[in-house]
Nanobody, 124 residues
């Protein structure tokens, strides 16, 4: 099993940047596809970004393309999300997730392990 713990959330003004990290323990995160999701109040959990287990491909949700960058640090057994040009609509709890399901990668069904989430608030 993999245990995941996010950090790096906080309050930032619109146009600013934040870097989220997700520390993994138990097993090497590099064995899994790893993703970020987010959930705003009253909304469903939304796919943000994915990096496949080989690290050779990434995917992004339409609302964050060109602004967010997902990466992994195998030496630290961690997953990162660099968020630039933040907008108030990016406000949400951000979750990291890991799984091995190759299909439905932009849905929560593809991931078996989840962190507890970290709050990101973007003020206008």
């Amino acid at each position: 099993q993999v245990q995941l713990e996010e950090s790096g959330g906080g309050l930032v003004q619109a146009g600013g940047s934040l870097r989220l990290s997700c520390a993994a323990s138990g097993r090497a995160l590099s064995r899994y596809n790893a993703a970020w999701f987010r959930q705003a109040p009253g909304k469903e959990r939304e796919f943000v970004a994915l990096i496949i287990w080989t690290g050779t491909a990434t995917m992004y949700g339409d609302s964050v393309k060109g602004r967010f960058t997902i990466s992994r640090d195998n030496a630290m057994n961690a997953l990162n999300l660099q968020m630039n040009s933040l907008k108030p609509e990016d406000t949400a709890v951000y979750y990291c997730a890991a799984g091995r399901q190759p299909l439905l990668w932009n849905t929560t069904n593809a991931y078996d392990y989840w962190g507890q989430g970290t709050q990101v608030t973007v003020s206008s």
